[in-house]
């Protein structure tokens, strides 16, 4: 019996956990947001204030291991986090990004990161982005025949 579709719904309730911890810190979060590189943060929000946050969740020690995309990210937002379970080898993780524990209902900050501004033409995009990809979302649920 193969443990993927039991690390992939790990990391779907760690992802949830995550996206209500930054809903609590005022951050509006979507999972799976995709840049304009491809690439997928697994969960990105932004503030009131515009500021961009995006957070790679790591469910395992191998997941953190086999997946090294994490640093193509942080041009992409002002603010980088891992998010991990409680029982997460944290000394794995790069000591100048953030660090939040999570579970499927919350989590909490352990270290933040030093700030890094997004450039002002790259964050109109951002944002833009964001919000063609939550209006497209919120599209498909009220409307599904009616996406393109």
Do not use: H
Not at 14 to 30: D, H, N, Q, V
Not at 67 to 92: G, I, N, R
Not at 108 to 136: D, E, M, N, Q, Y
């Amino acid at each position: 019996m193969s443990n993927k579709p039991i690390k992939k719904q790990t990391a779907v309730a760690l992802a949830r956990g995550t996206a209500r911890l930054l809903s609590s810190l005022g951050y509006i979060p979507i999972t799976e947001f995709s840049l304009e590189t491809g690439r997928r943060v697994d969960v990105f929000g932004i503030a009131k204030n515009g500021s961009l946050i995006a957070v790679e969740v790591k469910s395992t020690r191998e997941d953190f291991l086999s997946d090294q995309k994490w640093p193509e990210y942080l041009d992409y937002c002002d603010q980088f986090y891992f998010a991990v379970p409680e029982m997460f080898p944290d000394t794995l993780l790069p000591q100048d990004q953030g660090l939040m524990k999570v579970d499927e209902f919350t989590g909490v900050i352990i270290r933040a990161p030093k700030p890094s501004p997004v450039k002002p033409a790259r964050r109109k995009a951002i944002l833009t982005r964001f919000g063609r990809t939550a209006a497209a979302r919120l599209r498909r649920f009220t409307d599904p025949e009616g996406m393109l």
